[in-house]
């Protein structure tokens, strides 16, 4: 007869399914034999009664007996716990099987889910390789998410994770959106113009409900349509109106001052963002606003900084902050208006604004578009990249600024010195035309349309930054299919700021991008004196130029349409005198037009704030909002 406290006896309870009497055999057995198999087959019991928790537990204990199939009851308690919500306990386990997670994709699932969800997706890239070579699709999954979510890495082998999860579901839009993504940022023009067709076929046909699994930044490097645009939402958080209703609702004291929140992980000197903004938040009139900047930039990129932050805000940083206590810090500042600098751009912490931080709460600069699904009272932006037939596509209302959206630091960049061409490896004789833009902006179309512009002005070269030798041997591949000889063919890489402004002197004309123009980069090209020519867009990403061409009264460069940028480049390259002219107004107009005039932008920011207070204390909903321009200058606002 068994013993009736005997692993036998137990294990007949547990054959026999007598799962209860097996639990209280097992019980009694563990006060006195705790070895492995004792514990996995308390494990197993408990499974069957529905206790995952203790079966975890058991499973791990298990484990820490060092029997011979210790690794696999590690396996097994590492999923229970994970499957049981206990997630850090599943991350702190399988720390353990860090050196063997190849053999293990299941738990490479488990961890990479987890540090997807916790915003460490670098950290995650370590498992992209080992899930993607898992049966399940899900692991496979997984592992084009992890690549997606670091697309900014620039890393060419994420093509091919792509390319496999598509080869793996080739019916799916969404999959084939997200190979898309890789294949512009390395300009891998053969696939785009395989899988972009099918994509405009579909969403020409009325099907849509894909897009909503694009994300939003993305969205926007393959459709100019604003419909389009504001149905990508992949990388958004949860939103819903009424969230506006009971934040706008919240008790709030007012102050003497208006109590303004920047909210961005760009606060560094060597940021575009920054580049643009800094002279605005030094310029704050102190006496009616106070200036918090909530910084959540990456420690490595603010060692780099080498500004006195100070300047700009009193610095609270909530990087390593929950969003729940980040929003308490907020809060505790009792802040009237919230900015967000960020959108949907990669390092976000847009969800805070869903937690109703503020009783204004406003997008600028960050993204060039709707911040969909997230609560925002308004947009900041001007007339040119804000025109009254956008306002159908937005939930933030339009505050529009009379002369330009984009601000520019005039103070703390320098000026450009002219350059040889010789010095840069470009010919003297030929007209240089140049695109500064990042690769993912240059379309097939777009190219095509260059290298047309190159047949039809013989003496011209085109001169583009890449980002990678893989960007540059697809662009260059390009241009020899159309017939454009290498050596007309020139590239950069990238340099340090200051000698990224004296090289674009080298250049005849800026050629822009869309439906994505240069942004930062259209400005820094002005502000070294190069004429820029863009196309007239149709939404915001691709009205940018045109706002600052305006901006600095050279409107000419503004084409109405495709054909007519190109005949008006051809007709530069073939006679360059019209571009004297413009160039020598681009140079008079630095110092006078309200492009670079950051303290008449910080003035008419200034006023919008204010007008946006108004509205809230007065206890009106938010509206679209026009910004009054102060007098013109009659002189320059500095002088160097």
């Known amino acids: 007869m068994l013993n009736e406290i005997s692993y036998a006896a137990a294990s007949k309870h547990f054959k026999t399914g007598q799962y209860t009497q097996a639990l209280q055999t097992l019980n009694k057995l ?143 839009q969404a999959v084939r959106l997200m190979y898309l993504v890789f294949c512009r940022e390395h300009s891998k023009f053969d696939a785009i113009e395989k899988h972009q067709p099918i994509i405009d076929e579909v969403v020409a046909g009325g099907e849509t409900r894909f897009v909503s699994l694009d994300g939003t930044f993305f969205n926007l490097h393959w459709s100019g349509d604003e419909h389009i645009n504001q149905l990508a939402r992949s990388n958004t958080p949860a939103f819903n109106p009424e969230m506006s209703v009971t934040r706008r609702q919240l008790p709030h004291e007012w102050g003497e001052k208006i109590r303004i929140g920047y909210l961005s992980s760009d606060l560094f000197d060597k940021h575009a963002t920054m580049k643009l903004i800094r002279r605005v938040l030094e310029l704050h009139d102190r006496d009616r606003f106070e200036v918090t900047l909530f910084c959540h930039s990456a420690p490595d990129l603010l060692e780099t900084n080498e500004a006195d932050r100070s300047l700009w805000g009193d610095v609270v940083t909530v990087r390593e902050m929950s969003n729940e206590n980040a929003l308490a810090e907020i809060k505790a500042r009792n802040i009237d208006i919230l900015v967000d600098l960020k959108g949907h751009t990669a390092g976000n912490r847009t969800a805070i604004l869903n937690m109703g931080a503020a009783p204004i709460q406003v997008a600028w600069i960050g993204f060039p578009g709707s911040t969909v699904n997230v609560d925002l009272d308004y947009v900041i932006g001007d007339h040119h990249v804000l025109p009254d037939s956008s306002k159908p596509h937005y939930y933030e209302k339009f505050v529009r600024l009379p002369e330009t959206y984009q601000p520019n630091d005039p103070v703390n960049r320098p000026l450009a010195k002219q350059v040889n061409r010789a010095d840069l490896g470009l010919p003297e004789d030929a007209f240089v035309f140049a695109s500064f833009n990042a690769n993912r902006k240059i379309t097939p179309q777009v190219a095509e349309l260059w290298g047309n512009i190159l047949k039809r002005a013989p003496n011209s070269v085109i001169w583009i930054l890449h980002n990678s030798q893989d960007s540059r041997t697809n662009i260059l591949t390009k241009f020899l299919a159309m017939g454009i000889p290498a050596k007309r063919v020139f590239f950069m890489k990238k340099l340090d700021f200051e000698l990224h402004l004296n090289r674009i002197t080298a250049a ?34 691709s009205r940018v130029s045109e706002s600052l061409l305006h901006a600095i009264d050279v409107p000419e460069l503004i084409a109405q349409d495709e054909a007519a940028y190109a005949d008006q480049a051809v007709a530069y390259a073939l006679d360059p005198t019209p571009l004297k002219e413009i160039r020598a107004r681009i140079d008079a107009n630095r110092f006078t037009k309200p492009l670079f005039d950051a303290e008449r932008y910080c003035r008419h920011l200034e006023t919008a704030y204010e007008m946006m207070v108004e509205r809230a204390k007065a206890g009106a909903e938010p509206d679209h909002l026009d910004v009054p321009a102060l007098p013109a200058r009659s002189g320059p606002f500095e002088v160097r």
Not at 104 to 131: H, N
Request: overall charge neutral; proline content about 4%; some cysteine.
């Open 508 to 541: 005849d004309l800026g050629l822009d991008t869309f439906p994505v123009n240069g942004h930062t980069t259209t400005s820094e090209q002005l502000w070294s004196g190069l004429p820029v020519l863009t196309v007239k867009g149709t939404n915001f990403a």
């Open 30 to 172: 563990i006060d006195t034999k705790r070895d492995a198999r004792t514990y996995a087959l308390l494990a197993k019991t408990c499974m069957q009664i529905g206790m995952p928790e203790q079966a975890a537990t058991s499973y791990e204990l298990a484990y820490q007996q060092n029997g011979i199939d210790a690794e696999s009851y590690l396996v097994d308690s590492i999923k229970l716990y994970y499957d049981c919500g206990q997630k850090d306990k599943a991350l702190s386990l399988s720390n353990k099987l860090i050196h063997r997670f190849h053999k293990y994709p299941d738990i490479c699932y488990i961890v990479g889910t987890i540090l997807l969800e916790r915003g460490e997706p670098r950290i995650a890239r370590a498992l992209k390789s080992v899930l993607m070579k898992s049966d399940s699709i899900e692991h496979v999954k997984l592992g084009a998410r992890i690549a997606i979510t670091t697309w900014d890495l620039f890393d060419p082998k994420d093509i091919e994770t792509a390319r496999l999860l598509l080869a793996k579901l080739p019916r799916q």
